[in-house]
Nanobody, 125 residues
Framework: QVQLVESGGGLVQPGGSLRLSCAAS????????MGWYRQAPGKQRELVAS???????NYADSVKGRFTISRNNAKNTVYLQMNSLKPEDTAVYYC???????????????????WGQGTQVTVSS
């Protein structure tokens, strides 16, 4: 089974920083594009940042210049460095992988649209 597990959330004061990590586990061969999404109370889930396997990145306008997404393909891990945090960044942050090629029963399979369990980020004084 392939799973995504996030870590690194918490409570931080405005202007502070946090680094989120998302590690994929399982008999993984390749992970394609990955991304971070967030969902604040009463709002829809939104894309924060995404990164291709070749590390081409894309950011929501609201986080450009403050957040940086990166990945380590050898460790099957994606990161989100969040600087200059604002109260409006408060949300549950979710990791996503759009497709993962993995081994199962001696065969190479492809699964789609994997999500982590989410990690809470609270920005408050």
């Amino acid at each position: 089974q392939v799973q995504l597990v996030e870590s690194g959330g918490g409570l931080v004061q405005p202007g502070g920083s946090l680094r989120l990590s998302c590690a994929a586990s399982g008999s993984i061969f390749i992970i394609n594009a990955m991304g971070w999404y967030r969902q604040a109370p009463g709002k829809q889930r939104e894309l924060v940042a995404s990164i291709t396997r070749a590390s081409t990145t894309n950011y929501a306008d609201s986080v450009k210049g403050r957040f940086t997404i990166s990945r380590n393909n050898a460790k099957n891990t994606v990161y989100l460095q969040m600087n200059s945090l604002k109260p409006e960044d408060t949300a549950v942050y979710y990791c996503n992988a759009d497709s993962i090629e993995y081994y199962s029963g001696g065969y190479l399979n492809t699964g789609y649209d994997y999500w982590g369990q989410g990690t809470q980020v609270t920005v408050s004084s």
